[in-house]
């Protein structure tokens, strides 16, 4: 496709059980991004990769957030034994990776509820 | 602590005139600056960027102006159409480094 694709579109799912969301970038982008955006708030940085350098993982709330991307495309972001306040957007971006000002292009998001 | 803040976050303006939306930054390390609009279960989508080396970067209707000094950039809608309303936001970033903080978003109204 053309453009960043994200899946599932909404996700709803039980205090206590695991989630994997999935990001499939544009071809090509070497860059990474997730985001979260909770109601209300703008938005969060999770985590980036870039290349095949280590990712930067500052933004993960906690260690039950992970991130994983295989061969350089897909990218899968893993939130274990899910709490009600991870119920957010969590948006996926991919640019060409030149660095600073690089457009990032974004995914339209997973919708997460955890009841 | 929040290095990039939009302080404001509506904001409504008759279709036509101008809609000015601030953004604030506390990082002297950021160099550049980007604006994405965002409509409702949409992705952010880029808008206009520009490098600290500039004080002004014009694209048709939309025009992002720097004050580095002040640590202050604003993004100028003008004319203001009704397909502009969206929630805007103003993202940062420095030199080597592919991490962008976007602020809190400001939610603008164009009234026809």
């Known amino acids: 496709g053309a453009g960043v694709s994200q899946s599932p579109s909404n996700k709803v799912t039980e205090k206590g059980k695991d989630v994997e969301l999935r990001c499939d970038p544009i071809s090509g982008h070497t860059a990474l991004y997730w985001y979260r955006q909770s109601l209300g708030q703008g938005l969060e940085f999770l985590i980036y990769?870039?290349?095949?350098?280590?990712?930067?993982k500052s933004g993960l709330p906690s260690d039950r957030f992970s991130a994983e991307r295989t061969g350089g495309s897909v990218s899968t972001l893993t939130i274990q034994r899910t709490q009600q306040e991870d119920s957010a957007v969590y948006l996926c971006?991919?640019?060409?990776?030149?660095?600073?000002?690089?457009?990032?292009?974004f995914g339209p998001g997973t919708r997460l509820t955890v009841l | 602590d929040q290095q990039v803040k939009q302080n404001s976050p509506s904001l409504s303006v008759q279709e036509g005139r101008i809609s000015i939306l601030n953004c604030d930054y506390t990082n002297s390390m950021f160099d550049y600056f980007l604006w994405y609009k965002k409509y409702p279960a949409e992705g952010p989508t880029f808008l206009i960027s520009?490098?600290?080396?500039?004080d002004k970067n014009e694209d048709g209707r939309f025009t992002v102006f720097l004050n580095k000094s002040a640590k202050h950039l604003s993004l100028h809608i003008v004319p203001s159409q009704p397909g502009d309303s969206a929630v805007y936001f103003c993202a940062a970033s420095g030199t080597g480094t592919y991490k962008y903080i976007f602020g809190t978003g400001t939610r603008l109204k164009v009234l026809a």
């Open positions: 971006a991919s640019s060409k990776g030149r660095g600073g000002g690089d457009e990032q292009f």
């Open positions: 520009i490098s600290s080396i500039k």
């Open positions: 990769f870039q290349g095949n350098s280590a990712p930067d």
